[in-house]
C-alpha cells in the first residue's frame, strides 16, 4: 500500500484488539494486488441493541491506479454480523475477489463480450440467392441466402436491420452469419 491504511470507529469506541484484526486482514490484501493506492476501513455500529447484542457493519474503501474498490457487509441485512470476526472476513473476503477482479482485468485476461457488428439490408436479390448490408459506416457486406439465420432470407425487406459476422470472402468482405433484430430476430 503506497499510503498508510485508514482505520474509522463510528458509534464505538476504538478498540486495539479490533483494529490488530483490521490491520491483519488488510496486510494480506497487497498479495491479491501489490498497486493499492490506498485503503480506508470504516468499522461501525449503527444502531445500539441492549436486547438482541450489537450488528456490526464494516466498510472497505480501496483505492487502485484507475478504479475505486468498494465493500460495505450492512449489518440489517446479516444477523450473522453480531460477531465482528464474521462481519471482517466477509468484508474483506469481498474486497479480495474485487481486487482478483481488478488484477484480471489490467491483465487482459477478462473475455470481452464481443458485440456483433450491425447494418441494413440494402438490395436484395431473391432469384440470385443474395443480398447486400450497409454498414453505419458506409460498407458494402455481401450475404448469401444460407448465412441468414432461422430461414429468414425471404422475410428480409430493404431497410431490415441485421447483425451479422464478417469475414473476408473471394470477392472481398462478407457476411457469414445474418441474423434479423427486431420482433422477428429477438436480438
Given at each position: 500500500m503506497q499510503l498508510p491504511l485508514q482505520i474509522v470507529f463510528h458509534n464505538m469506541n476504538r478498540s486495539e484488539t479490533l483494529e490488530k484484526k483490521v490491520l491483519q486482514k488488510a496486510s494480506k490484501l497487497d498479495e491479491f494486488c501489490d498497486h493499492i493506492m490506498s485503503c480506508r476501513v470504516v468499522v461501525e455500529v449503527p444502531h445500539q441493541h441492549h436486547e438482541r447484542g450489537n450488528l456490526y457493519q464494516v466498510r472497505i474503501d480501496i483505492t487502485v491506479p484507475g478504479d475505486e474498490i468498494a465493500v460495505n457487509r450492512e449489518a440489517p441485512e446479516h444477523t450473522t454480523y453480531k460477531e465482528f470476526a464474521v462481519a471482517?472476513?466477509?468484508?474483506?473476503?469481498?474486497?479480495?475477489?474485487?481486487?482478483?477482479?481488478?488484477?484480471?482485468?489490467?491483465?487482459?485476461?477478462?473475455?470481452?463480450?464481443?458485440?456483433?457488428?450491425?447494418?441494413?439490408?440494402?438490395?436484395?436479390?431473391?432469384?440470385?440467392?443474395?443480398?447486400?448490408?450497409?454498414?453505419?459506416d458506409d460498407r458494402e457486406i455481401y450475404f448469401?441466402?444460407?448465412?441468414?439465420?432461422?430461414?429468414?432470407?425471404?422475410?428480409?425487406?430493404?431497410?431490415?436491420?441485421?447483425?451479422?459476422?464478417?469475414?473476408?470472402g473471394k470477392k472481398g468482405p462478407q457476411a457469414s452469419t445474418v441474423k434479423p433484430v427486431g420482433r422477428h430476430g429477438h436480438l
Open positions: 471482517l472476513r466477509d468484508a474483506f473476503d469481498s474486497a479480495k475477489r474485487q481486487l482478483e477482479d481488478y488484477v484480471r482485468r489490467r491483465r487482459g485476461l477478462v473475455k470481452q463480450r464481443k458485440i456483433p457488428a450491425h447494418a441494413k439490408v440494402s438490395k436484395l436479390f431473391p432469384k440470385e440467392d443474395y443480398g447486400i448490408l450497409q454498414t453505419p448469401h441466402r444460407h448465412s441468414v439465420l432461422y430461414d429468414g432470407f425471404d422475410k428480409l425487406q430493404i431497410g431490415s436491420e441485421v447483425t451479422f459476422a464478417e469475414e473476408e
